[in-house]
């Protein structure tokens, strides 16, 4: 996400890197994209305006203008005033004493408010908690199913009194069922509502009466544009917020509004929604946020990613493996699955500091099809072709190819970059191999493995 | 009720900023003594900024800004110079969708597109609603088979509307619920197909290219289908709603836009945007969650309804 912004920042400051001294002109110039940069992500107006000024006042000092690097001088400046407008609180949830601790979801339609409840009880739960989840949405078709199944998909358990359609009795009574099977989190979806819906905002403030909760986490979505600050504003004012859950990130939408909501509402971002999967929810960091906005890439996301989906004992068999130089196309494929566990490529390049740019200039995604083929490809071999790669010969190198749905040359072309990638491993030796690296498109040469060490 | 009055009492609700703002500014550059000015930097600055918080766009923004302020000399109102900008941007796509909508093939098939919770089910139980009070008979097909009860809330819209649905189980392929719920059409001679689309990022390449496939299927079974594809947006969306207006277009061959969730304070500006940068006409509004609550849009009695006086 915000690729967009952080590449025009990164334009701005490319444009004044090669400056050996700056000017109060170019400042000027630079402030100027800037700007224009973040209305284009739907950063709110008058908080535009107040961070431009900020910028300016430290940016002209004479003792930048002076130094020897004003160019990095001035991205600190822009790197630290994003950070001071996130300000300085912790992501994720604040510890509480409260048994059961309830948390009540809030937000307009279509935030992401069920999604959310799902992801944040899976999260919940790999945390160690035992979450119950109950629907108070008695409004939306289907919406009771909806929040039924994905707690199912999560493996939590779902309050769902039938008939019972008055929301706050059911959050009643899902409070009462948590303090009767043991629940330590009860999450309460709510229905989604505009923020001047009078009668639906006074139904919020009857469920929190009844439930009081420890958080009121505000879903929304990363795409808002200038109305944010008005709709989370409204809520803050009437039922009062906690945090905001940043939904929809994953998509190209720049999340200026994430900005406008902290730094006008005052309330922390706590979490951030970055896919379809219940799984993709973490909780929200605003060093890594700030570095990815600005191009500098988030590495620790990424080795958090791949701990998550790296078994600590297979990486260490691999590496063992490798160092006798016994790596074969099997454990190649078992990398590619890994790494395809991650999550979506794109994302995953998104992480890495300078890919930002890199992504841009290819003009193209990186090709998820092309993983899909390799693995087929591998996996048209049989066992004993992937353990000793050296036996396939021209027939089953055919063979290989119709199986697997491919040509011959692609065949031939996997199998020269994995006696490259052999030959490489060998030779590092004592080091952790990077199969990822001899993938056919020139990615950074970093994977799983490296990042572990 | 009409589209005006529906906006205006969405309006009324909030301290409606924008209205005021406006009007202090029109009123300054309005009065007698300064008419036969051009607008000065100090208005069109403030101009800019009530524009820019209605979501309006960098690009269209400072065309309406510059296109204003050099007055005409009979000194014409700022308001009503402002208001015709935005007409004039919203208009042109309008004409140009009302004139190439003549329809070959039957069942008319119209496909339902856009990002995640934006109100895409919603909007297809308003539309069969209103199709079967114009005397066209639809049917729906629920071609969100992705996420968890979409089929069963578009099932409750059907049984509501009063209108037959073709439904698949969940995670089934949405293409071949198309093609079910097309020869569903022929055989009981439906007017209309109205296909629900499980809500995707705009950036998502895979699920982009299953749209596309579901308009293959659509073209391959009825001559010139999909005949329109609606893109829903929501009001509450920014400068976003153009990167998915442009992503849309390109994969699914966007006719028109469907601007939902007007009944709030947010005034659905990317819109202007849209049809400034993209030329795509806003085909109707959604301005509540009952039945009757969809309208055509009207670009007269939008930008009325934006810009009017205080009441």
Partial sequence: ?453 | MGLFDRLKQGLQRTTQQLVNQFDDIVRRADAPEARSRDVDVETAEALEEILLMADIGVGATSEIVSAVTKRSRRGESLRELVKQEILRILEVPTFAAQSSAASVGKPHVVLVVGVNGVGKTTTIGKLANQLKREGRVPLICAADTFRAAAVDQLQIWADRAGVDIVRAREGCDPAAVVFDAITAGKARQRDVVLVDTAGRLHTRTNLMNELDKIRRIAAREVAGAPHEVLLVLDATVGQNGLAQAREFTSVAGVTGIVLTKLDGTAKGGVAVAIAHDLQLPIRYVGVGEGMDDLLPFSPREYVDAIFEEKW
């Fill in chain 1, 1 to 453: 996400m915000f690729d967009a912004l952080s590449n025009r920042l990164q334009d701005v400051f490319q444009s004044i890197r090669g400056e050996t001294r700056l000017t109060e002109t170019t400042v000027e110039n630079a402030l100027r994209e800037i700007r224009l940069a973040l209305l284009e992500a739907d950063v709110n107006f008058k908080v535009v305006k107040a961070f431009v000024d900020r910028v300016r006042d430290r940016a002209m000092d004479q003792a930048v203008l002076k130094s020897l690097t004003p160019s990095q001088q001035v991205v600190r400046i822009v790197r630290d005033e994003l950070l001071a407008l996130f300000g300085d609180a912790k992501g994720g949830l604040q510890d509480t004493s409260a048994r059961p601790r309830v948390i009540l979801m809030l937000g307009l339609q279509g935030s992401g408010k069920t999604t959310t409840t799902g992801k944040l009880a899976k999260w919940l739960t790999r945390q160690g908690r035992f979450p119950l989840v109950v629907s108070t949405d008695v409004r939306r078709p289907a919406a009771i199913q909806q929040l039924a199944i994905v707690a199912e998909q999560a493996g939590v358990r779902v309050h769902d009194p039938v008939g019972q359609m008055d929301p706050v009795a059911r959050a009643k009574s899902a409070l009462a069922e948590a303090m009767a099977v043991g629940n330590d989190v009860v999450i309460v979806d709510t229905a989604g509502r505009l923020h001047i819906d009078d009668e639906l905002m006074r139904e919020l403030v009857a469920i929190k009466e009844v439930s009081g909760p420890t958080d009121l986490l505000y879903v929304a979505d990363a795409m808002t544009g200038q109305d944010a600050i008005k709709s989370a504003g409204e809520f803050n004012a009437q039922i009062g917020v906690t945090g905001v859950v940043l939904t929809k990130i994953d998509g190209d939408a720049r999340g200026g509004a994430a900005l406008s909501v902290v730094s006008v509402v005052g309330v922390p971002i706590a979490f951030v929604g970055s896919g379809e999967k219940l799984d993709d929810l973490e909780p929200f960091h605003a060093d890594r946020f700030v570095s990815r906005m600005l191009g500098m890439g988030d590495v620790l996301s990424l080795i958090e990613k791949a701990e998550a989906v790296i078994d600590e004992g297979d990486a260490q068999k691999l590496e063992a493996k490798i160092r006798k130089g016994g790596f074969t196309l099997e454990d190649f494929r078992d990398q590619l699955r890994m790494l395809r566990r991650m999550g979506p490529l794109e994302k995953i390049m998104g992480m890495l500091p300078g890919l930002g740019g890199m992504k841009e200039l290819a003009g193209q995604k990186p090709d998820e099809k092309q993983l899909s083929r390799i693995e087929a490809i591998i996996n048209s071999m049989t066992p004993g072709e992937r353990k000793q790669a050296d036996i396939l010969d021209g027939s089953r190198r055919k063979r290989v190819a119709r199986g697997s749905g491919t040509t011959v040359e692609d065949v031939n072309r996997l199998l020269k970059q994995f006696v490259e990638m052999q030959r490489m491993l060998k030779m590092v030796g004592q080091m952790t191999g990077d199969p990822i690296a001899a993938a056919p498109k020139k990615k950074k040469r970093k994977g799983p493995f490296s990042l572990m060490k």
